[in-house]
């Protein structure tokens, strides 16, 4: 990722290095996040002795079976080209008009039909390197006007890859904004034979009122139990927090059940106090789902994510890794985008760069087209094999939040489940650990890596028991 202005020297401070830097922008390999996470040795040549290990047991007589991750988000866009064969379609659901859940369509009708949030949570856990991608080199095309004849075309590879490029996404849709209702019937999916999932991934915060479905809603036989769509009357209990609210005991009840059946990742929130969001303020030491902060490099927390040692001083158990860091200023931090102190126009006192901030962002997929979070600025999107893409900017992006954290998180401990399942040395039999992983304690900055999902993932769920007041 190069920048503007090549021809200006900027300045050094301590913050900026070791990255190289031409002008105003970072200069940063787009899959970094491999390597300080201990996926990968050397990410210009994909070199990965974990995929490796799992490639290997892929080409065996008897291959192990694939991790399967299911996301409760938005629908990823199935058609991009680093995702084609990351996603089982024909296991999908979505919840967001019918609690009993509509299989996913083949192809949707237009590119809008997808998230672009739950691509980039996708992309970070599962995308496969994408080859003999075909690009059409256009002219500007107007957007309301008919592409014109194809002009040059020329195959290329895409060598973008997730934590585990050998997982298997299982997209259980919701909306932006779901209900109660919704979510448990997201989360009876989740936790059914049909999803057979090994990791259920959150990167998301539940806290609308109101009700999704209409009165009667339809339901569809073998999916899911029914009865979660029922109609709620508009109340004042609709503007109650989750936890006044009784709508959402079933779902705590289905979530803490999920959680002792399977690995559950919750985001931690995007903000920086001493509590998490809901779900994942569910979390305790020993049941519920994993809460996960966004750090940086050293395990720091970065400027908007929860205070990790006060949430786990709390009583919930926090897991940190690798997200983007956001422009900040207000009385506790003040902080601009690092590069801007080299725009001499800009003259910004030198005291608003006084911390160390990451100025690596996280890169992700985002959904092809003129939709999603880099939109492409042409009105096309590539629907059938060998369509062409118009230009290659827009089927990635900048990812940040505690949403990055918790796909990188869900991805690491899927591809030590995936070496546990190669055979890996010392991994092959769970539950040999006398007591469970807790993460760092709370006085100890740390990053989430490889190494601390292998010891995570060592351990199946513990056996759900209620947490004692006191």
């Known amino acids: ?19 190289e830097r031409t002008g105003r922008r970072p200069r940063f390999h787009a899959l970094w996040h491999l390597k300080t996470l201990g996926v990968a040795e050397e990410i210009e040549a994909f070199e990965s002795a974990a995929w490796e290990k799992v490639y290997d047991s892929q080409q065996r007589h ?4 694939p991790v399967r991750v299911a996301i409760i988000d938005t629908l990823p866009a199935f058609t991009h080209p680093n995702l084609t064969h990351a996603i089982d379609i024909a296991c999908g659901m979505d919840f967001t008009t019918d609690s009993a859940g509509k299989d996913l369509p083949a192809l949707p009708d237009s590119g809008s039909a997808f998230g672009a949030h739950g691509t980039s949570v996708a992309g970070l856990i599962a995308a496969r390197p994408g080859m003999n991608v075909i690009l059409r080199v256009p002219g500007y095309i107007d957007p309301d006007a008919p592409l014109p004849p194809a002009s040059t075309t020329r195959p290329i590879a895409l060598p973008f890859a997730g934590i585990n490029p050998f997982a298997t996404i299982v997209p259980i849709v919701v909306s932006a904004a779901p209900d109660p209702e919704m979510i448990l019937a997201a989360l009876h999916y989740a936790g059914s034979a049909q999803a057979a999932v090994d990791i259920v991934v959150i990167a998301d915060s539940w806290d609308r009122a109101g009700t999704a479905y209409d009165a009667g809603s339809n339901t569809k036989a073998g ?3 029914t009865g979660y769509g029922s109609q709620v009357p508009k109340s004042a209990a609709d503007s109650k927090s989750p936890g006044q609210d009784n709508r959402w005991t079933p779902v705590e009840e289905a979530l803490r059940k999920l959680c002792t059946e ?8 995007n903000e920086p106090r001493s509590r998490l969001v809901y779900p994942a303020s569910l979390s305790t030491p020993k049941v519920g789902p994993w809460a996960v902060g966004a750090c940086d490099k050293t395990g720091h ?6 205070k990790s040692g006060a949430v786990r001083r709390n009583g919930h158990r926090l897991i940190t ?20 102190k080299n725009d001499s126009e800009m003259d910004l006192p030198d005291w608003l760069f006084d911390q160390n901030f990451q100025p690596t962002d996280i890169v992700s997929t985002d959904v092809p087209g003129p939709a999603g979070y880099n939109p492409s600025p042409y009105d096309h999107v590539p629907s059938q094999p060998g369509d062409e893409h118009l230009e290659v900017a827009s089927l990635y992006c900048r990812f940040s939040g505690t949403s990055a954290a918790t796909a990188l ?6 591809l030590a489940i995936a070496l546990q399942r190669a055979g890996e040395q010392g991994d092959a039999t769970p539950n040999h650990a006398s007591q469970p992983y807790k993460g760092p304690p709370p006085e100890k900055p740390e990053l ?4 601390q999902a292998r010891e995570l993932a060592r351990l199946r769920p513990p056996a759900h028991s209620e947490p004692k007041e006191n």
């Open 448 to 451: 989430f890596t490889l190494e």
């Open 409 to 414: 998180a869900a991805g690491l401990v899927s």
């Open 62 to 65: 008897a291959p192990a079976d």
């Open 301 to 306: 927390d970065l400027t908007y994510t929860p």
């Open 1 to 19: 990722m190069t920048g503007e202005n090549e021809h200006t020297q900027p300045a050094s401070p301590k913050h900026l290095d070791p990255l």
């Open 321 to 340: 890794t690798l997200s983007s860091e956001h422009p900040r200023l207000d009385q506790i931090v003040q902080k601009l985008d690092p590069w801007a």
């Open 223 to 225: 999916k899911i139990p």
């Open 262 to 269: 399977t690995f559950v990742f919750c985001a931690a929130g």
